[in-house]
């Protein structure tokens, strides 16, 4: 997981509440992108992005927002959290010299 | 959507006994990468393979990507308990304006009994 920074590991929040999950890469990756982890679903995409001021959404975007404004951080945002948002959050970069994706540690977010 | 089909889902193995794993897809990939998942952290590469047919190998570990480019295995030798985790396979392919999708299984959950 090295250069990939999530913070924070843990949250809770409430119904309605907004949050936002931050991301830091240190590897001048261009390509970096959000997923969730949710049992006996594996990782889906939820928004990606291709460069500083790109973005794009992925498999299971509603309810999420992100911007790219420098190409070290990749925000990911909840305007207004759900039950349904309850997971694990990992945060991706991408070595496109290597074709290879490295993950944060993921931030674990219960939503009550 | 592309869909990987990973198995097994889980397994219970005597430790020094050899694993196997395997993901098929419905469309091809030009990458197939194996990572693996500790409690509590996030998936960390094991092996990437790049061309059909490849067979690549990590210590007691050895990944195919397959001919057709729609399937791959992943070989575990001789385990040991800190082989214990989940293994999740991804497919990798490009998908235009310079973006790279990655399709994950869901993953085999691995565990050794001493």
């Known amino acids: 997981n090295a250069g990939v920074t999530q913070t924070p590991k843990f949250q809770v929040l409430k119904t309605g509440q907004s949050m936002t999950l931050q991301c830091a890469q240190d590897m001048n990756h261009e390509y970096m992108s959000w997923y969730r982890q949710d049992p006996g679903m594996g990782l889906r995409l939820i928004h990606y992005?291709?460069?500083?001021?790109?973005?794009d959404q992925g498999e299971v975007p509603n309810g999420y927002n992100v911007s790219r404004s420098t190409t070290e951080d990749f925000p990911l945002r909840l305007l207004s959290a759900a039950p349904s948002q309850t997971s694990v959050y990992f945060c991706?970069?991408?070595?496109?010299?290597?074709?290879?994706?490295?993950f944060g540690a993921g931030t674990r977010l219960s939503v009550l | 959507g592309q869909q990987l089909n990973q198995s097994p889902q889980s397994m219970f193995i005597q430790e020094g006994e050899d694993v196997s794993m395997n993901c098929t897809s419905s469309?091809?990939?030009?990458?197939w990468l194996w990572y693996k998942q500790d409690p509590g952290e996030g998936p960390v590469l094991l092996i990437a393979?790049?061309?059909?047919?490849e067979l690549t190998s990590n210590g007691r570990l050895t990944a195919q990507f397959g001919i057709t480019r729609k399937d791959s295995f992943l070989n575990i030798s001789a385990s040991i308990p800190s082989d214990v985790g989940i293994y999740f396979c991804a497919g990798q392919a490009y998908s235009g304006a310079g973006s790279y999708q990655l399709t994950f299984g869901k993953g085999t959950k691995l565990s050794v009994i001493p």
């Open positions: 992005s291709v460069g500083a001021g790109i973005t």
């Open positions: 393979l790049y061309k059909a047919g």
């Open positions: 469309s091809i990939f030009n990458t």
């Open positions: 991706a970069s991408y070595n496109g010299a290597k074709n290879i994706q490295y």
